[in-house]
């Protein structure tokens, strides 16, 4: 064993010799550097950066560096994980750390610093959404006034003594709360906590004290602890120990000891999911509006949740009709959607005539689904006699001009791109002529205010101006009321949109996104957006996403990153698939020709043109089999047929049922003909590269097809293979990099706490990237990714994760539970472990036990849809379950219209759901807004709650006037 006594021995006289120790586990071949800001750390250049040595020490690998410095030095470092050529492998996450020597150092002293790697998890409780919100209300400067002054002497005169600087961060900590530490020594308080050393707060949520320590006191056990007026609380875990080097003479005489967190009981919250358009209120105008988050935090406090989530809300309106009502097709990635504008709020002078207007419409908008396209006309038209009132005074006011100055760099791309679409009725931009191409000159005289459409420019800055204020409004609210607002980011943006008009080089438009088949569609599914050209966005550190994020950061404290895989890698289609099973994934290694020459596979036409025989056709089509095989194919050689040049993709087939002139011959057999002919196209077990033709890809399912089950047993046996190594095996390194390319530049460039969704297949490399870079993952219990389950286990979920029993992408809880009998028997026993027949309707007490079972997950959240919320209540569920699913994902022209059919007022009033709902919260040991004593229901007769006060948690709560008992009692 090396021995550390050694370096102290051999550091210069009028130097300070630094000692860094850092226990940390590698594999062959890796080794940590330390590299800082000073020249002795590398001045942050890797090929620079102090090298360290591995050392067997108490039963663990602690790697070691020594550097020499001189008095009064600071710099700020991280730890690096390296190959043997130092590129880097890993890094530490959060802030630099920062390095001040101790009080009283002096030349020719040894300090000798214990670090612990930082993980990302660590992080992202110095986030805004528990920094700023949940933990919020105590700032630096309130923080800075609880500092302790240490009495003791520190000067190191005493030969034998050291100083020990601790070192803690304590990120969830209440206001008026100390932080101490207690050991077994007297001036640790002997294991007495109010008797201990207190620590300092200095900033980031750093707590540090000095203390002087006999040599023949170490090594030292100690722990740390929180004091407020309610007691003392000291973490949890075993004791942590300065262990010294026992082989050793020559102890350092300062040892600074960086702890890492605070060890306290993983802290878990809960939440509650609704997309905005969803909320009912008493005031709103046919949709929900942002004003009405007010509302729902309200309620969110009441029922005991700390977050609340929405769907993306930037604006959609690419075809100014219900299409658009699809929120994850954005126009413009940093508008939000005037559709959640509330037009009352525009003015406090508000004319009576367009008050009276604005009482007829909400009582004819007040419908059980929001009408879109009613809607938004609705509130355009109203808005706009509202600016044309006030435009003056309000585009000139300081408020405006400050929102305009800090926004215009998007904000005029999309005033004159909205302007543009209604000019030429359409959000094609290649149509629009001189103006198809972006120019800033271009942009400047759309914009100019000597323009004669300068006001119609004007009204959407208005517009957005107002969107603006109402939501940050709001989401200043809920920051009061230490709700996190959660919002979503998706993953592409709509083909006609303003940042395809504006950036072009930044996607490739001619392909589109979307996702293999699974758990929603065996077919896969097309979303129509152009994928991503990386490359290009790469060229200026990927500012165009820096940008959405801090945009997206004004209002919202935490973001969900929808189809996370899609910075792995995206399921790329040519644009002119239909649906989503044909694509490759791009990145990736491709099958070269010269590979599957090699394996004995050359028939490269055979397996990449769609295998059509004449025993399929008949099969397929019946008695109409010979009009279709006239109409769409030709037969190249004897009973061997392929798609002629006017129908030769999925949506040139589209068009010509449409306009055939034989559609009357089959209009009543038109979707299932479709459906025929789509699996004729996709008849294909290799799909060529039409960049690369001698690249190819395994179609998806390839086994599924007849073109796979006609090859001879060599052929199938090297494409199974092939295929295995494809989609499981050669990517994974590829697809690793490209997210750690892309993902930190997201993480980093705003303060809010990322989750990802990471649904559907799922590579091996996701979850290790996803834990490395502290994005917390999801989890629905009825699509387990685990592959041999078919219900998710809530109980063995990682803390790193969101849990649901459901989402927008699927039906409610009530809707899947009466979907499938055989399915719901299933779960009734392998779940919740009874034999007997589940009721046919998802009951409040089987409600109750999913969302007890989901709440007492070890995941960090468990965040509900409102929808299986109200399944808790009787009263709650007599509309048609189906009729509350958000979105069907098999459907790509789904019209997203669900509408809460009741009130957040009506909710509000509602105590005993919200008692129910939060001694659920409390019962699982999650934290809840606020922790006064609080009144629960304990009984309950007839339509009275019997009340009583106290902390008592009862597990069998009160519903529509009975006690729920438990599914298991």
């Known amino acids: 064993m090396r021995n550390l006594g050694s370096l102290a021995n051999k550091r210069s006289s009028n130097s300070i010799t630094i000692l860094f120790k850092l226990p940390y586990y590698t594999q062959w071949g890796q080794r940590l550097v330390i590299s800082g800001s000073d020249p002795v750390l590398g001045s942050w250049n890797l090929k620079q950066a102090l090298s360290m040595d591995p050392v067997h020490q108490v039963g663990e690998l602690v790697w070691c560096a020594k550097a020499s ?77 609880q500092v302790f002054h240490i009495s003791q002497n520190l000067s190191k005169d005493q030969q034998d003594t050291v100083v020990v600087q601790f070192v803690i961060s304590c990120p969830l900590i209440d206001a008026g709360t100390n ?50 007026e309610g007691g003392c609380a000291l973490e949890v875990g075993p004791n942590r120990e300065l262990a010294i080097d026992s082989g050793s003479n ?203 459409h300068h006001d119609i420019i004007c009204f959407h800055y208005y517009i957005q101006y107002h969107l603006y204020l109402q939501l940050s409004e709001a989401a200043m609210y809920a920051r009061k009321n230490k709700v996190v607002l959660k919002g979503d980011l998706p993953i592409g943006v709509d083909r006609n949109s303003v940042d395809t008009w504006v950036y072009p080089n930044l996607f490739r438009m001619n392909t589109a996104t979307g996702a293999p088949p699974d758990y929603f569609d065996k077919n896969g599914q097309n979303w129509g957006f152009p994928t991503y050209n990386w490359e290009e966005m790469s060229k200026d550190n990927y500012a165009w996403w820096r940008a959405r994020l801090t945009q997206m950061g004004k209002f919202f404290t935490a973001y969900r990153i929808d189809h996370i895989l899609g910075f792995f890698r995206i399921w790329e289609l040519p644009d002119h698939a239909a649906t989503g099973l044909v694509g490759k994934f791009r990145p990736s290694i491709a099958l070269s020709q010269e590979e599957l020459e090699r394996e004995g596979i050359w028939d490269f036409n055979r397996l990449s043109l769609p295998y059509i025989r004449h025993d399929m056709l008949q099969v397929k089509f019946g008695s109409l089999w010979t009009l279709i095989t006239a109409t769409f194919l030709n037969e190249y050689q ?94 994974e390194n590829l697809w690793r990099q490209n997210a750690l390319r892309t993902l930190p530049v997201l993480l980093n460039s705003s303060d809010m706490m990322a989750c990802g969704e990471d649904l559907g297949l799922i590579p091996s490399c996701v979850h290790p990237v996803m834990q490395e870079l502290g994005l917390i993952g999801l989890r629905i219990q009825r699509m387990p990714s685990e592959p041999d389950l078919e219900f998710g286990i809530p109980s063995k979920y990682s803390y790193m994760t969101v849990c649901a029993p459901s989402c927008h992408d699927c039906s409610t809880l009530r809707a899947w539970w009466e979907e499938d009998e055989e399915r719901r028997c299933r779960y009734f026993k392998t779940i919740v472990g009874v034999n007997d027949m589940p009721p046919q309707k998802c009951t409040p007490e089987v409600a109750y036990f999913i969302i007890q079972q989901h709440l ?77 004593m609080e009144v629960k229901i304990v009984a309950s007769s007839g339509d009275k709650a019997v009340e009583s006060s106290g902390d008592k948690v009862v597990q069998c709560a009160p519903v529509n006037g009975n006690t729920i008992t438990c599914l298991k009692c």
């Not at 061997?640 to 010509?656: G, L, V």
């Open 69 to 145: 410095v001189q008095a009064g030095f600071a710099c700020e470092y991280s730890y690096y994980l390296v190959d043997d050529s130092r590129n880097v492998l890993r890094w530490e996450s959060g802030k630099k750390r920062k390095l001040e020597l101790p009080q009283g150092v002096k030349e020719g002293d040894v300090v000798e610093i214990h670090d612990l790697w930082q993980d990302a998890s660590e992080g992202l409780f110095l986030k805004s959404a528990f920094k700023h919100v949940i933990f919020g209300g105590t700032d630096e400067s309130e923080k800075e006034t």
């Open 250 to 452: 020559n102890l350092p005489n300062f040892f600074v000891l960086s702890d890492g967190p605070f060890r306290d009981t993983p802290w878990r919250g809960a939440g509650v999911a609704i997309p905005m358009f969803s909320v009912r209120s008493d005031e709103d105008l046919g949709v929900g509006e942002f004003l009405d988050l007010k509302l729902l935090v309200d309620w969110a406090v009441k029922s005991g949740f700390h977050l609340v989530q929405l769907l993306p809300v930037n604006d959609t309106s690419v075809h100014k009709m219900w299409w658009d009502s699809y929120p994850y097709s954005s126009l413009s990635v940093f508008a939000l959607h005037p559709l959640y504008l509330r037009v009352q709020a525009l003015s406090d002078d508000i004319p009576e005539e367009i008050m009276k207007e604005i009482l007829r419409e909400k009582e004819a908008l007040d419908k059980k689904d929001v009408d879109y396209e009613a809607t938004m006309a609705v509130k355009l038209s109203i808005a706009k006699k509202i600016f044309n009132l006030e435009k003056e005074k309000v585009l000139s006011s300081s408020s405006f001009q400050k929102f305009f100055s800090e926004n215009q760099e998007w904000l005029k791309p999309y005033a004159a791109f909205c302007h543009l679409r209604d000019f030429f009725d359409t959000s094609d931009h290649s149509q629009w002529g001189v103006f198809a191409n972006f120019s800033n000159e271009k942009l400047e005289k759309l914009t100019s205010e000597d323009a004669i």
């Open 638 to 731: 004897p009973l061997c047929y392929e798609f002629k040049e006017d129908c030769n993709t999925e949506k040139k087939i589209i068009a010509k049922l449409k306009s055939s002139s034989e559609r009357s011959l089959w209009a009543e057999q038109e979707d299932e003909i479709r459906r025929g002919l789509f699996d004729l196209i996709q008849n294909i077990v290799l799909i060529r590269d039409p960049e690369d033709p001698c690249q190819f890809y395994p179609r998806f399912n390839l086994e599924d097809t007849s073109s796979f089950a006609d090859l001879d047993e060599h052929s199938k046996n090297v494409l199974r293979r092939l295929y295995y190594d494809y989609y499981f095996v050669r990517q």
């Open 179 to 228: 932080v101490c530490v207690t050991g077994g020594i007297s001036n640790l308080g002997n294991w007495r906590c109010q008797d201990g050393l207190k620590l300092s707060y200095t900033k980031d949520s750093l707590w540090k004290a000095d203390c002087v320590i006999r040599k023949d006191e170490l090594p030292l056990k100690y722990k740390y602890c929180q004091i407020n």
């Open 856 to 932: 007492e997950a070890p995941s960090m959240w468990a965040i509900f849809p409102l929808q299986d919320m109200l399944a808790l209540k009787e009263e709650y569920t007599t509309r048609p379950a189906a009729e509350e699913t958000i979105n069907d994902p098999t459907n790509p022209k789904h019209y997203w219209r669900f509408r809460v059919h009741v009130t957040m007022e009506s909710l509000l009033n509602d105590k005993e759901l919200q008692l129910i709902m939060k001694d659920l919260v409390r019962s699982s040991g999650r934290s809840f807004p606020g922790k006064e």
